[in-house]
T-cell receptor, first 112, second 113 residues
Framework: TQLLEQSPQFLSIQEGENLTVYCNSS?????LQWYRQEPGEGPVLLVT?????EVKKLKRLTFQFGDARKDSSLHITAAQPGDTGLYLC????????????FGGGTRLMVKP | DSGVTQTPKHLITATGQRVTLRCSPR?????VYWYQQSLDQGLQFLIH???????AKGNILERFSAQQFPDLHSELNLSSLELGDSALYFC????????????FGSGTRLTVV
């Protein structure tokens, strides 16, 4: 069992649709980070959320950190083929020091 | 280009051999992290160095070791290689201890045959 559970694992949608992916844990996190990874490349940081209840927007992407700092979501509006990739959440559990822990990821495919 | 340089990009070697993966962090970053990514395990934290000192260790095998040099580049040494060590190995860096995110390199794909 992963410390950070992401759902769904796979998502295939048409261009223009909206979607939400989730990152859940039973542990409290001091902060959560979201990354996007394309094949053959390393993950690229999208956003860091640090305050419970925080909402951050990055163009068509909206990130939310749960009030209890145990979960987060990523909502994409009007998805485009360029959004295709592996979305990873990561965080520092309160009791795990300097070890950034990653979820298993959501693999998104946006078809034109 | 993220600014984090990893070499080599691809490596094919036989079981029992030893390899060294190299990482140059982004200019100004003092922390270097190593991760292993496989299809069934996802991204697994191996080790973290900050300004030459080991700061945290994850599930790193005893056959694996790493160090960070005075010029801040880092090397990950993998020895007595097994088929199961085949994976992508990523290096990442951050200016501090990573609270606000890491910058990843493009990885080294290791294939053990």
């Amino acid at each position: 069992t992963q410390l950070l559970e992401q759902s769904p694992q796979f998502l295939s949608i048409q261009e223009g649709e909206n979607l939400t992916v989730y990152c859940n844990s039973s542990s409290v996190f001091s902060s959560l980070q979201w990354y996007r990874q394309e094949p053959g490349e390393g993950p690229v940081l999208l956003v860091t959320v640090v305050t419970g209840g925080e909402v951050k927007k990055l163009k068509r992407l909206t990130f939310q950190f749960g009030d209890a700092r145990k979960d987060s979501s990523l909502h994409i509006t009007a998805a485009q083929p360029g959004d295709t990739g592996l979305y990873l959440c990561a965080g520092y559990p309160n009791n795990a020091g300097n070890m950034l822990t990653f979820g298993g990821g959501t693999r998104l495919m946006v078809k034109p | 280009d993220s600014g984090v340089t990893q070499t080599p990009k691809h490596l094919i070697t036989a079981t029992g051999q030893r390899v060294t993966l190299r990482c140059s962090p982004r200019s100004g970053d003092l922390s270097v992290y190593w991760y292993q990514q496989s299809l069934d395990q996802g991204l697994q934290f191996l080790i973290h160095y900050y300004n030459g000192e080991e700061r945290a260790k994850g599930n790193i095998l005893e056959r694996f070791s790493a160090q960070q040099f005075p010029d801040l580049h880092s090397e990950l040494n993998l020895s007595s290689l097994e088929l199961g060590d085949s994976a992508l190995y990523f290096c990442a860096s951050s200016v501090d201890e990573g609270t606000y995110g890491y910058t990843f390199g493009s990885g080294t794909r290791l294939t053990v045959v």
